[in-house]
């Protein structure tokens, strides 16, 4: 574990944009992963099929060598599998701990935990040690979407804390990209009322390489 202060370059700049960003983050894995662009997907603990085939989808169509790393929250659902792809696929990967960088997470995604910090980078505002309470993932969600350019919201119902960050993305000026759910679930609903409030929407493989800077012509003909 090593701490990264504001006043390091290898803290992230987007992050220092924010209101209250934190003095310092504990950290543990790969710090030059911080300095590529961020995409923060995030979404329902109550993931269906349906989400988890969407994040297997648009991250297996991600190439390899893409200077881009893809940050989550490590909750069990969207962002455990959005963790998880990325370590099948080689994509460099963010967690974002709600309490102490050993201790903000379910024990059922220890596994995961351990194999990011080998891999890519796990990130507290608070100590190691720091038991993890329902006050912390509002401050937490603020770090998910301070550090990235673009949040994506995969699944998530209308009090959900991925609608929280991503309302919060909205308020820091960044993209907020919306997968459109099933209207006949409560998992759909937040998603589905962003779309209705403006938000723009993902409805395909080619719309998310967009985001990424990738034109489907590109990937046809592999550059």
């Known amino acids: ?50 989400g988890e085939l969407v994040v297997k989808k648009l991250l297996s169509s991600v190439p390899k060598d893409l200077e881009v790393a893809f940050v989550s929250g490590l909750a069990i659902g969207i962002d455990s599998q959005v963790h998880k792809v990325c370590l099948e696929r080689g994509l460099d990967t963010v967690a974002v701990i709600a309490g102490g960088i050993d201790k903000g997470f379910p024990e059922s995604n220890r596994s995961i935990y351990d194999e990011i910090c080998k891999k890519g980078i796990a990130l507290a505002e608070f100590p190691q040690g720091t038991e993890i309470k329902r006050g912390m993932f509002p401050i937490r969600n603020r770090i998910l979407a301070g550090l990235s350019d673009t949040t994506i919201v995969i699944e998530g119902g209308l009090d959900s804390g991925s609608l929280l960050t991503a309302n919060l993305a909205l308020e820091y000026g960044r993209d907020v990209f919306v997968i459109p759910g099933d209207i006949t679930r409560e998992s759909s609903k937040g998603c589905n009322n962003l779309i209705k409030q403006g938000a723009d929407v993902i409805t395909g493989v080619e719309d998310f390489l967009n985001i990424l800077g990738i034109s489907g012509e590109q990937m046809r003909i592999g550059i």
Not at 25 to 36: A, T
Request: hydrophobic content about 30%; aromatic content about 12%; some cysteine.
């Open 1 to 50: 574990m090593y701490t990264l202060k504001a006043s390091e370059t290898a803290y992230p700049q987007n992050l220092k944009n924010i209101y209250r960003y934190p003095n310092v983050l504990y950290c543990k894995g790969r710090k030059k992963i911080l300095s590529k662009r961020l995409i923060t997907i995030v979404g329902t603990r109550e993931m269906t099929t349906y």
